[in-house]
């Protein structure tokens, strides 16, 4: 028993995760959970999955944390490279391509999946879905990690083209908080990352503001509390 507990606390830390990458009428939005776990212990239930690549180009990390993280580091690097011997930003397509690469390359040790979006001059707002195996699909919206198997039919009834900024940060905060409630390897707060020719805009939704739904319960502050209060009204979307 004992060694079965310390198996579970010195696993690999993974993120059993939701990650979603969402295109609008002018840029695109990046959105995830921030539940990381170690086995069946949640390791850290604030973690960042939306890492930065450059100025214009972000990546959400799914799977293996330690693969996605070196994968992440190793891009960024020769995108960094990449710009300084052309002398202007990567495109969201080389960064894409640059995942892609060293997915497919590495396809037999890593267990990530992973979701580029960014915003250039020359296509503007792209977004980029890299499967485990390495694969490179250019889609107009993409979701990813253990919560997507819950939100396929969601997307097929909410997704729609020419999408504001608004109308998609909602469509992603909403999507995300829905695997939340649906699938135990997620949770946490919902990160979301909006790219577009004005920049990158950073946005943070802790669980208290997140939409409730169907029997979640209201947060409480202990059992007795839990015990005491009547059941929650379901919310109605």
Not at 27 to 43: E, M, N, W
Not at 50 to 72: F, K, P
Not at 166 to 172: I, R
């Amino acid at each position: 028993m004992e060694s079965h507990k310390e198996n579970e606390i010195n696993g690999p830390h993974s993120m059993g995760t939701t990650i979603i990458g969402v295109t609008y009428n002018g840029g695109v939005v990046l959105g995830a959970d921030s539940r990381t776990s170690t086995g069946v212990y949640v390791a850290n239930r604030a973690s960042d999955k939306i890492t930065q690549l450059t100025d214009n180009v972000y990546i959400c990390r799914s799977g293996s944390a330690a693969d996605s993280q070196t994968v992440s580091d190793y891009v960024r690097y020769f995108l960094h490279q990449h710009t300084i011997q052309l002398g202007q930003p990567a495109t969201v397509k080389v960064a894409a391509n640059l995942v892609r690469m060293l997915s497919y390359n590495n396809k037999n040790f890593l267990q990530t999946g992973m979701i580029v979006g960014g915003w250039d001059k020359y296509e503007g707002g792209k977004i980029y879905g890299v499967p485990l195996g390495g694969t490179l699909l250019e889609l107009p919206f993409t979701i990813g990690g253990s919560g997507s198997s819950y939100l396929y039919g969601f997307f097929d009834q909410a997704w729609k083209d020419g999408m504001t900024q608004e109308e998609a940060e909602q469509l992603v905060v909403k999507a995300v908080s829905l695997a939340i409630a649906r699938d135990g390897a997620s949770g946490g707060v919902v990160r979301t990352v909006t790219i577009n020719s004005e920049g990158v805009s950073r946005k943070y939704y802790p669980e208290d503001k997140l939409p409730r739904w169907h029997e979640e319960l209201e947060p409480q502050n202990s059992l007795l509390d839990i015990l005491s209060s009547s059941s929650p009204e379901p919310m109605v979307s």
